[in-house]
C-alpha cells in the first residue's frame, strides 16, 4: 500500500462469505506472490470491512482462500490499531483466558463468549514483503487470534461447546442467512 494513501478508498466492497460456505471452513494458502494483484485485495478487503463496520477480515470472508487479513481496530485502553498482515503467523498467545463477546462478519448479527488470551503476537509480512511484527492485547489481542483462526479454516462456533454451542446453533438456524 501506498504511504499516506487512506487504506480502503480505492477498493471495492466485495460479497462476504457467510458461515457454512466451504471457503471459510479449509485452510488458505500461503501468499506466494507479491505484487498489484495482492496490493488490490487488501485494498477491497478494508473498503469491506469499512462498509460492514468490522473491526477484521481475512480473505477467505471475500472468498479468497490466501492467507491475508486486515484489522483496524480498538484495544482495551481504546487506543487504535491499523493494519494488514500476509502470511501471518500467531507466535505467541498467552496472559489471562478471558471469555468475551465476540462476532463475525460470516455470522452477521450474532454473538457468543468465546475464550480468548489476552495478550497476542503475529508475525507476517506487508503486501510490499517488509515482515512485520503486531503485537495485540485485550480486544485487539482477541481480534488477532479471530483473524490467524479462519486463516486456518476455523470460526469462532468452533470453540464453543456445550449449551453455549447450542444456543448458537440455534440462532444461527433462525438467521435470515443461516438454517
Ligand atoms: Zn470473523
Same mark, same amino acid.
Given at each position: =500500500?501506498? #504511504?499516506? #494513501?487512506? $487504506?480502503?478508498?480505492?477498493? %471495492?466492497?466485495? *460479497?462476504?462469505?457467510?458461515? @457454512? ?5 479449509? $485452510? ?5 506472490? /507479491? ?9 477491497? =478487503? /478494508?473498503?469491506?470491512? +469499512? ?19 486486515? +484489522? ?7 487506543? %487504535? &490499531?491499523?493494519? &494488514? ?6 507466535? #505467541? ?14 455470522? $452477521? @448479527? ?24 503486531? *503485537?495485540?492485547?485485550? /480486544? ?9 483462526? &479462519?486463516?486456518?479454516? !476455523?470460526?469462532?462456533?468452533? &470453540?464453543? #461447546?456445550?449449551?453455549? %454451542?447450542?444456543?448458537? !446453533? ?5 438467521? *435470515?442467512?443461516?438454517?
Amino acid at each position: =500500500m501506498r #504511504s499516506g #494513501s487512506i $487504506p480502503g478508498a480505492r477498493g %471495492r466492497v466485495l *460479497p462476504i462469505t457467510l458461515l @457454512g460456505d466451504p471457503v471459510l471452513h479449509a $485452510p488458505c494458502e500461503e501468499v506466494t506472490e /507479491f505484487g498489484p494483484e495482492l496490493e488490490r485485495l487488501v485494498e477491497d =478487503m /478494508f473498503a469491506t470491512m +469499512y462498509a460492514a463496520r468490522g473491526v477484521g477480515l481475512a480473505a477467505n470472508q471475500v472468498g479468497r482462500a490466501l492467507r491475508v487479513f486486515v +484489522y483496524d481496530c480498538p484495544d482495551d485502553e481504546d487506543e %487504535r &490499531h491499523l493494519g &494488514h498482515v500476509v502470511n501471518p503467523r500467531l507466535v #505467541s498467545a498467552d496472559g489471562i483466558l478471558l471469555r468475551g463477546p465476540e462476532g463475525c462478519l460470516s455470522l $452477521p @448479527g450474532l454473538e457468543a463468549g468465546v475464550e480468548r488470551y489476552d495478550e497476542a503476537v503475529v508475525e507476517g509480512y506487508t503486501v510490499d514483503g517488509d515482515r512485520v511484527r503486531v *503485537p495485540g492485547t485485550g /480486544f485487539f489481542a482477541r481480534c488477532l487470534q479471530h483473524e490467524c483462526d &479462519h486463516l486456518d479454516g !476455523r470460526v469462532y462456533v468452533d &470453540h464453543l #461447546s456445550g449449551w453455549r %454451542r447450542s444456543v448458537v !446453533r440455534r440462532k444461527i438456524a433462525k438467521a *435470515p442467512w443461516g438454517g
